[in-house]
Every structure is written in C-alpha cells, then in structure tokens.
C-alpha cells in the first residue's frame, strides 16, 4: 500500500515535470517550469524511497527524470560561465521601488563604470539614484511602467538623437548610442509576472517592438537588460531571444529569493546579440534583486 503511494506520488510529479515543457503549446507550461528545480529534487526523492523499497524500475524511472531536468540547468551553470567576451559591459538591476538608500547603487555603479545601465521598478522614491551619475550617464531613457516604477536605460555613450523610445505602458524603455565601435541598441524591460497573470500577453505585444529593432537599417546589436519574471529555460525567455536575435549569455543567476529561501529563482537576465560574454551576481543594495553585471563583446559590422 505504502509502495503504490509513493508510485502514484512518482507518476504525479512526472506529469507536473512534463507539462513545463509545453510552455511553447501553453504558458501554463512555462509557470511550470520556474518550478522546475524543485520538482525535480521531489521525484528523486520519491525515487530514493521507491528505492529502498525494492521498487527499483520506477526507482530508475524518476533517476532519469531527474537527470534530464536538471542535467540542462547544471550544464547552463557550468559551461556558460566559462564564455566572455570583453569589450563592453552592462550593470542590469531591478532596484525595488521602496529602496531607503538609491545611494548604495549610484556608488556601485560608479565604481564599475560600465558602458550601460538598465533599472526596473524605478519610481518617485528612488529616482535619486541619477542625481550622482549624471556627469557620467548624460544619456538616458526613463519609461513609466506599472505601480512598482518603471524602466531606464542610460549610457556613457550619447545618444542617437530621435532614437530613444518607450513602449507605453509595457515595461520597456531603449534608445541608440554611438560607441567608439559603432551604433549599439540599448533595451530595458521588466516583464509582468507569468500565467495566469498577464505575461504572455506582455511578450506578444513587445515581440514585434525587438523584432523591428533587431532588424534596424543601421545594423546595430542589440544588449537587453532586464527583470524577466521567467526563468531562463522556458519558453518564453526563448521567445524573445528569437525575436530579438540575441543570446542569454551568462550562467542563470539566482537573482530573487522567496518563501524564506526556499523558492530562489534566476529571473534577471542580460541577452545580447552574438551572445558572447560573461555575467557575475552583485549584491542586493538594498533591493530584493541581486544585480548582474556583464562583460560582452558585439558583432559590429554584421
């Protein structure tokens, strides 16, 4: 009896685990997915115990399910961090709208100096944070978004004039700069959260928006910055590299942490075309997000 419990437990859990596959049929999929991690650490443990319990076929059954979850995220792990480009670099941070210290950021952002800056969730309360970086960052975009804040970009490059744009409402801001190199496309976005909230109906009203502007005349690449609400294996994130004709680049840095540490998600993520590059986690500063900060190279010329 105790067996043919665990069994149904196991064959319950390969469902869930299969349907966040079909995020590409279903955005309920994808929802699925964040989880995937997680499930997957519950069928190896219902199999451990199917184990013990001589049940050794649906025992190797869950092993392997569990392999093929997360051999691809500890691949994804490994083998992208080793990748990086140089050249240019991005500090991507979702600041939280209630930061006490915007401060903490600007210095850090400072001390790094990177080429680009993308922000969510900036707002009345923590807009201060330009204040010290305006001798540095001249060029910039600021988009309102939803109740949180809303986006910004900014460069220590100028700006192309007429080039800087908001997609109203939805959570994106992007302007061209000139670098010693060439044109660069420049991109903020913070996605809503996943089915059943809005986000695939986000993502379809942005995708033409990155499709024009991976298609721009000029030929220039493109960097995305943003807090994407989605991890890095769905289909969703796949989406938007497609239509953007960018790459993630950068192992999946858990950047949010949930039900006191429990849930901890990569949610934040830097693309860029060519998708050469590498991307280190910085601290919170007073965030709930972890910041990322990328190094990259762009394929100038294409």
Same mark, same amino acid.
């Given at each position: 009896m105790?067996?043919?419990?665990i069994?149904? #437990?196991?064959?319950l859990?390969?469902?869930?685990?299969?349907?966040?596959? #079909?995020g590409?049929?279903?955005?309920?999929?994808d929802?699925?997915?964040v989880?995937?991690?997680q499930i997957?650490?519950?069928i190896l443990l219902l199999a451990i115990l199917?184990?013990?319990?001589?049940?050794r076929k649906w025992?190797?059954?869950?092993?392997?399910? +569990?392999g093929?979850?997360?051999?691809?995220?500890?691949?994804?792990s490994?083998? #992208?961090?080793?990748?990086?480009?140089?050249?240019l670099?991005?500090y991507?941070?979702n600041?939280?709208?209630?930061?006490?210290?915007p401060?903490?950021?600007?210095?850090d952002?400072l001390?790094?100096?990177p080429d680009?800056v993308?922000?969510?969730?900036v707002?009345?309360?923590?807009?201060?944070?330009?204040?010290p970086?305006?001798v540095?960052?001249?060029?910039?975009?600021f988009?309102?978004?939803a +109740?949180?804040?809303?986006?910004?970009v900014a460069?220590r490059w100028?700006?192309?004039?007429?080039?800087?744009?908001?997609?109203?409402?939805d959570?994106l801001a992007?302007?061209q700069?000139?670098?010693?190199?060439g044109?660069?496309?420049?991109?903020?976005?913070?996605?809503?959260?996943?089915?059943p909230?809005s986000?695939p109906?986000?993502?379809?009203r942005l995708?033409?928006?990155?499709?024009k502007?991976?298609?721009?005349? +000029?030929?220039a690449?493109?960097?995305?910055?943003g807090?994407?609400?989605m991890?890095?294996?769905s289909h969703?994130?796949?989406?938007?590299?497609?239509v953007?004709?960018?790459?993630?680049i950068?192992p999946p840095?858990? +950047?949010l942490t949930?039900?006191?540490g429990?849930m901890r998600?990569?949610?934040?993520h830097?693309l860029?075309?060519?998708g050469?590059?590498?991307?280190?986690?910085?601290?919170?500063l007073?965030?709930?997000h972890f910041g990322l900060f990328a190094?990259?190279?762009l394929?100038?010329g294409r």
């Amino acid at each position: 009896m105790i067996k043919r419990g665990i069994i149904n #437990l196991l064959l319950l859990a390969l469902i869930v685990l299969g349907v966040g596959y #079909l995020g590409r049929y279903h955005p309920a999929g994808d929802s699925l997915a964040v989880f995937r991690p997680q499930i997957a650490l519950v069928i190896l443990l219902l199999a451990i115990l199917l184990w013990i319990t001589r049940a050794r076929k649906w025992a190797l059954l869950g092993i392997v399910a +569990t392999g093929v979850a997360v051999g691809p995220i500890f691949w994804m792990s490994g083998a #992208l961090s080793a990748s990086g480009g140089t050249g240019l670099s991005l500090y991507q941070k979702n600041m939280r709208f209630r930061v006490e210290d915007p401060g903490l950021l600007a210095a850090d952002i400072l001390a790094r100096r990177p080429d680009f800056v993308t922000l969510q969730e900036v707002s009345g309360a923590n807009m201060a944070v330009f204040d010290p970086l305006d001798v540095t960052y001249q060029a910039r975009q600021f988009c309102p978004f939803a +109740t949180v804040g809303g986006v910004a970009v900014a460069s220590r490059w100028p700006v192309v004039p007429g080039t800087g744009f908001c997609a109203e409402a939805d959570g994106l801001a992007a302007m061209q700069v000139t670098t010693p190199k060439g044109p660069v496309w420049v991109v903020s976005i913070h996605l809503h959260w996943p089915w059943p909230k809005s986000q695939p109906a986000h993502i379809a009203r942005l995708s033409p928006i990155l499709e024009k502007l991976a298609s721009s005349e +000029t030929g220039a690449p493109m960097v995305i910055g943003g807090d994407f609400n989605m991890v890095p294996w769905s289909h969703a994130l796949t989406q938007l590299s497609r239509v953007s004709n960018t790459e993630r680049i950068g192992p999946p840095h858990v +950047t949010l942490t949930k039900m006191q540490g429990w849930m901890r998600v990569p949610i934040d993520h830097v693309l860029v075309s060519g998708g050469n590059g590498s991307v280190q986690r910085i601290e919170r500063l007073g965030s709930d997000h972890f910041g990322l900060f990328a190094r990259f190279a762009l394929p100038f010329g294409r």
